[in-house]
């Protein structure tokens, strides 16, 4: 059974840091990518940003361009998302996701949430201003 589980958010002050992490489990496919969306109240779930399982390959949304960091230990199957400079307009529910469809390019691996087959069931983050 695929599971996805994020861990590390929380409140924090503008200006401030967060890591949420991602577990993945229960597949093995060799080709695969790990996306992280955020969803505010009243608004679309939006891509945030997705690395590959096979090249290392990172996609990341113009609003966090140079803020966050996503990266991988493929020895503990984990995807993390360091989040720098948060901002007011980051709080959001987020979620990570797992697509077997890679490769794809950053359009689809952000824009299109329907190609990610399996969610975790998301960790709050609230960016106080």
């Known amino acids: 059974e695929v599971q996805l589980v994020e861990s590390g958010g929380g409140l924090v002050q503008a200006g401030g840091s967060l890591r949420l992490s991602c577990a993945a489990s229960?597949?093995?496919?060799?080709?695969?990518?790990i996306g992280w969306f955020r969803q505010a109240p009243g608004k679309e779930r939006e891509g945030v940003s997705c690395?590959?399982?096979?090249?290392?390959?990172?996609y990341y949304a113009d609003s966090v361009k140079g803020r966050f960091t996503i990266s991988s230990d493929n020895a503990k199957n984990t995807v993390n998302l360091q989040m720098n400079n948060l901002k007011y307009e980051d709080t959001a529910v987020y979620y990570c996701?797992?697509?077997?469809?890679?490769?794809?390019?950053?359009?689809?691996?952000?824009?299109?949430?329907?190609?990610?087959?399996?969610w975790g069931q998301g960790t709050q983050v609230t960016v106080s201003s």
């Open positions: 690395i590959s399982s096979t090249n290392g390959v990172t």
């Open positions: 996701a797992v697509t077997f469809a890679w490769p794809i390019t950053a359009a689809q691996a952000l824009g299109l949430p329907p190609l990610y087959d399996y």
């Open positions: 229960g597949f093995t496919f060799d080709d695969y990518a």
